[in-house]
């Protein structure tokens, strides 16, 4: 009877041999997840430098022609073999910023009436709606920039812009065609809006709710709160968005190609058909006339990249201090 009773696991020695079982298939999930994390940024790494190598390689013959005044040479003749990238970094830098500029704005007000203003029932409803504005395809808005922006622009907009602002070279003369630097300024501001918006309506929740009241409480109009305690504890967290926004801006290629007005020029008028890297990509690159003409656009594409890249890395620089854009470290 004792011999029998010795063989019979004891509750002990089941327990321990139980956890042995599940602290060796942790270690061996351990092992998987921190593979594939390493085999997923290896993938990105070997995308980016991939890329990279593509876009060197088809670019060496402009490169090697044209060497670093490509940057500032100002004439794009295909037919000519002349080729410059200032007026496309040109045109990329106005539309982008006009952009950034009118997005933000409208981003951040956005933002702040969503989290802290406006009923839940409204923000619920209103919230996805403008999320929704980032799904809507780029020829999509190319089209209503087309037809309906354009035109608008044109007969009511930049008159009035004239006339108030007249004296400012950039609101100069309004064109009898809408396509123009400025419109497509307005339509990447359709596509930055969503992004700025939805970073900045979470960055302002993260705010606790203590200092909110607090400021109130303390006498603070909700304008004061906003200034003195919503806005300087997520100031870094709307820069940074506002700068991921820069890049979706710089980027945008179909949608400006089709309103931009693909005019090979450096204008002082806002009102004025331009250029920019993305857009002539979109509209030359499947047909170059000559290999140093697709060379080109290639070192095109790659001061393009160069852009997005430094763009991201300064966003991340600057969103350092928070933790996903929005929980403070």
């Not at 500029?101 to 406006?118: E, K, Q, R």
């Amino acid at each position: 009877m004792s011999s029998i009773a010795s063989s019979e696991p004891r509750p002990a020695d089941s327990g321990r041999a139980r956890r042995i079982r599940l602290n060796a298939r942790d270690a061996r999930a351990n092992r998987a997840l921190r593979w594939l994390a390493f085999a997923g940024g290896l993938l990105i790494f070997l995308t980016l430098f991939a890329i990279a190598y593509q876009m060197i390689d088809s670019a060496s013959l402009a490169m090697s022609k044209e060497g670093i005044s490509f940057l500032w040479h100002k004439q794009w003749v295909p037919q000519l073999n002349k080729f410059g990238a200032l007026v496309f970094i040109y045109g990329t830098l106005v539309t982008s910023i006009v952009s950034l500029v009118l997005a933000t704005i409208l981003g951040v007000a956005i933002g702040l009436f969503l989290s802290l203003m406006a009923p839940r029932a409204i923000s619920i409803i209103v919230g996805p709606l403008v999320e929704m504005l980032a799904a809507i395809p780029s020829v999509i808005l190319g089209l209503i920039g087309i037809s309906l922006i354009a035109p608008f622009i044109a007969h009511h907009v930049e008159p009035w812009l004239h006339s108030a602002l007249g004296f400012i070279p950039i609101f100069g003369e309004p064109q009898a065609v809408g396509n123009s630097l400025f419109t497509a300024s307005l339509v990447v501001t359709i596509m930055v809006v969503p992004i700025i918006a939805a970073l900045s309506r979470d960055l302002f929740l993260t705010v606790p709710l203590e200092l909110r009241d607090g400021a109130e409480a303390l006498g603070a109009t909700r304008w004061e709160m906003i200034r003195g305690v919503v806005l300087p504890t997520t100031s870094s967290g709307v820069i940074a968005a506002c700068v991921l926004g820069f890049g979706r801006a710089i980027g945008e290629a179909i949608a400006v190609s089709q309103v931009i007005g693909n005019e090979i020029q450096i204008p002082g008028n806002l009102f004025k058909q331009g250029d920019s890297l993305a857009s002539v990509l979109a509209v030359q690159l499947p047909s170059p006339i000559s290999d140093l003409h697709a060379s080109s656009l290639f070192y095109l594409a790659l001061i393009l990249f160069a852009f997005g890249l430094i763009v991201n890395l300064i966003a991340r620089r600057i969103s350092s201090g928070v933790g996903l854009l929005g929980t403070v470290r």
